[in-house]
């Protein structure tokens, strides 16, 4: 399941920082999780983050969004798949500059 925040959240800005997957916004009046993009830190931890460090314990499972670890991993490479095809992008285009740079006259 995908986590959420409850109305108890006291918008200390803690949980944010921690979301591996940047799943975590400010919402209108708290912070909310988006579903599509947190994996429980599935992937990349033993335990979610946001769920560690929040002071008042107000990130439960989201029960409107049930998910089994197999299906929080597929989501999770996906995830990472999309962030290393944006990196190796990136990459590509900082050495297109760069040969383009040093192929001009001095």
């Known amino acids: 399941m995908a986590l959420h925040i409850t109305d108890e959240c006291i918008n200390c800005d803690v949980c944010e920082p921690e979301c591996p997957n940047n799943a975590i916004s400010m ?4 912070y909310e999780i988006d ?12 335990r979610p983050q946001c769920q560690m460090v929040c002071p008042v314990e107000c990130i439960p499972l989201n029960p409107a969004w049930p998910e089994t670890k197999a299906q929080l991993m597929e989501k999770y490479k996906k995830l990472t798949e999309k962030t290393d095809s944006a990196a190796s992008t990136e990459s590509l285009a900082c050495a297109v500059d760069q040969k383009a740079i040093f192929a001009l006259p001095p």
């Open 27 to 30: 919402g209108l009046e708290i």
């Open 35 to 46: 579903p599509y993009k947190c994996t429980e830190c599935v992937g990349h931890f033993d």
